[in-house]
């Protein structure tokens, strides 16, 4: 597709269920990335892929946390035993390279919402 | 640690005036800048960005920005601002160990008719 796309872009859980959810990048992009994003806060990073590697999870707030692209391309971010405080919109980005030459492009987002 | 902040929670201004969104960045080496606009309900979208040469970047939509490494800054600017640059702007830099992008909290432009 022409961008970054998000599925669902809405999603409800109840607390304590497991969720996941899907990231389609660019065609062709290296990079991707995972952000959270709290309600009036900026974007916060999660996560880092370079083709199929992870190569940075240092932002993923816990071990219900869990972020895979295991084929290089769409990638799953996965929330086991959801709580209230998981509610944010999570971002998913890609790049053609690294961000040292290239930017990144974001998703609509997919807003989590548990309750 | 690299971080960047955005002073200004909210800044309104007249359609037809210039505009400035401040940000200014705390970095070790060179800073790699980037500003973004999210609309309700939209994703981010990349405006411009400041790797290398010209302090003066030219982005999307008419806006501009201003890397000021003296001061640590890295301005966003209009000539003449729309009702329709009204959204939420966020400043970033890339983390120098890292590649990833760091944000600031973002500001509220509103531009009155």
């Known amino acids: 597709g022409a961008g970054v796309s998000q599925s669902p872009r809405y999603k409800v859980a109840k607390r304590g269920q497991d969720v996941a959810l899907r990231c389609d990048p660019i065609?062709?992009?290296?990079?991707l990335f995972w952000y959270q994003q709290a309600l009036g806060q900026g974007p916060e990073f999660l996560t880092y892929f370079q083709n199929e590697a992870q190569l940075d999870k240092s932002g993923l707030p816990s071990d219900r946390f869990f972020a895979e692209r295991p084929e290089g391309s769409v990638s799953t971010l996965k929330i086991q035993r959801t709580q209230q405080e998981d509610s944010a919109v999570y971002l998913c980005?890609?790049?053609?390279?690294?961000?040292?030459?290239?930017?990144?492009?974001f998703g609509q987002g997919t807003r989590l919402t548990v309750v | 640690a690299q971080s960047v902040a955005q002073p200004e929670d909210q800044v309104n201004v007249a359609e037809g005036n210039p505009l400035t969104v401040k940000c200014t960045y705390s970095?070790?080496?060179?800073?790699?800048l980037f500003w973004y606009v999210q609309y309700p309900n939209r994703g981010l979208q990349f405006l411009l960005k400041?790797?290398?040469?010209?302090?003066l970047v030219k982005g999307s939509y008419g806006f501009e920005a201003e890397f000021n490494k003296s001061q640590t800054s890295f301005h966003l600017k209009k000539p003449s601002a729309l009702v329709s640059d009204s959204a939420l702007y966020f400043c970033a830099v890339r983390d120098i160990d890292y590649n990833k992008l760091i944000f600031g909290a973002g500001t509220r432009l509103a531009v009155h008719p």
């Open positions: 970095v070790s080496g060179n800073p790699y």
């Open positions: 980005a890609s790049s053609l390279e690294g961000l040292q030459t290239r930017e990144a492009f």
């Open positions: 065609s062709g992009h290296v990079s």
């Open positions: 400041y790797i290398t040469g010209d302090n």
